[in-house]
């Protein structure tokens, strides 16, 4: 699974923080700018005009108009039928005042207002954002534990809003799956460990069959619990395997180099000596790492009746097994499938030997191990598996 703490991103707590100040923000300048129209914009206002006698000379209901650096400016209509212009310049700012020469004057003070109003929101709705974001991103961090095989994380319960709720719920049933998972985990070590006695009495009993079976019949029913023996050993040790603090043994370090040329001899594989003459050394459990080589090479042999080829080699600072046959290859579509325990390739079920396990226990013994397991086409004809493992620098 592709972790999100693999790459970077922006803190939900950050973003609705920051969402909340440009919401603030954005409504500042609309209520500023609305409120600088609006002053702008001055009603009708009556402006009369007397000499020293007293006597009208000229009367006008005129709106005032705002003339930049200039002032206010008044067209009256006098009796002789002139218009005279009356001009009041601007008022001379001081101190404080003068920078801000693009305000409307009454306007300055509700504009602070606004500006005191949008830091105060931005100050104090952070310790509310963070506090919410908060129990979100331990809901995120346990669910991500949870989906990494840690089936025992749980999540606080605290509060009684929708995401306590929400906690109480994963918690609930992660609990029911973790109890579902470990019955089955116990009836399959329980049944595959009990039906070792029957087996031993099974070739105790053809052992002292009288009269003797005929050869054939004798080679039949040996192999038929071979593979049974074959197939209670493999779901014990993927029992074990899928159960994160069961003892899979001793972790140390191996010589992945010399344990693939040992398991290449036994099954009568070629080893690629050109990639494979320096020595790589991993951390891990011998005996499991044995039996994953072990079991794709008994796959390759089983498949494919040409020779197969097992590459051990240091790529991307990560150690490598490949071991390719020319067999009738693996369908793009199917090459996740075969690692699903029991799962067949179509016409596989009648082919002999194999109980359907070996490919899923070695994705779990590469899994344990922090590594992966894959299989790709292999040019020229056939299948490729793959097994990538961390590795020790050199």
């Known amino acids: 699974m592709t972790s999100w703490n693999a790459r970077w991103r ?17 409504l500042t300048i609309a209520f500023g700018w609305l409120w600088r129209l609006n002053t702008e914009q001055q009603p009708l206002r009556e402006v009369i005009i007397r000499n020293e006698k007293d006597e009208v000379l000229g009367q006008s209901m005129v709106r005032p108009n705002r003339v930049p650096g200039q002032g206010v400016e008044f067209d009256v209509l006098m009796k002789d039928g002139r218009t005279l212009t009356v001009q009041l310049p601007p008022r001379q700012r001081t101190g404080g005042d003068a920078w801000r020469p693009w305000l409307p004057r009454g306007s300055q003070g509700f504009l602070w207002m606004l500006g005191i109003v949008a830091v105060a929101v931005a100050l104090g709705s952070y310790p509310i954002v963070r506090r919410l ?3 979100l991103e331990d ?4 669910v991500e534990r949870w989906g990494e095989g840690d089936l025992s994380a749980r999540m606080p319960e605290k509060g009684n809003d929708e995401i306590a709720f ?10 029911r799956i973790e109890n579902l998972l470990k019955a089955n985990r116990s009836l399959l070590a329980n049944a595959s460990h009990e039906l070792r006695s029957p087996l031993a009495r099974i ?11 005929s050869p054939r019949t004798r080679d039949e029913i040996t192999r038929n619990i071979g593979e049974l023996d074959q197939l209670i050993d493999e779901i ?3 029992s074990r395997l899928d159960t994160r603090d069961a003892d899979i043994g001793t972790v140390e370090a191996v010589d992945l180099t010399g344990l693939a040329a040992e398991e290449s001899a036994r099954a009568g594989a070629e080893l690629d000596t050109a990639d494979s003459q320096q020595t790589l050394v991993v951390q891990g459990v011998a005996k499991l790492l044995r039996r994953a080589i072990r079991n794709l090479l008994e796959n390759a042999r089983r498949y494919s009746s040409g020779p197969v080829l097992v590459d051990v080699a240091r790529r991307d ?21 075969i690692f699903e325990p029991f799962y067949r390739l179509r016409g596989a079920s009648e082919r002999e030997g194999g109980v359907g396990l070996g490919l899923a226990l070695v994705r779990s013994i590469a899994q344990r191990h922090h590594g992966s397991a894959h299989c790709e086409a292999n040019p020229g004809g056939g299948a490729c ?10």
């Open 10 to 26: 922006f803190p939900l707590y950050l973003r609705i923080w920051i969402a909340v100040i440009v919401a603030v923000g954005l």
């Open 133 to 135: 974001t908060m129990r």
């Open 139 to 142: 809901l995120r961090r346990g």
């Open 166 to 175: 929400l906690a109480r719920r994963f918690n609930h049933a992660a609990e």
């Open 203 to 213: 070739r105790m009993g053809l052992e002292l069959m009288d009269p003797e079976p």
């Open 236 to 238: 014990l040790l993927a």
């Open 317 to 337: 600072g990560r150690a490598v097994v490949r071991v390719c046959d020319r067999g009738p290859g693996v369908p793009e579509a199917e090459r996740e499938r």
């Open 385 to 394: 598996f793959v097994i990538t493992l961390p590795c020790e620098q050199t």
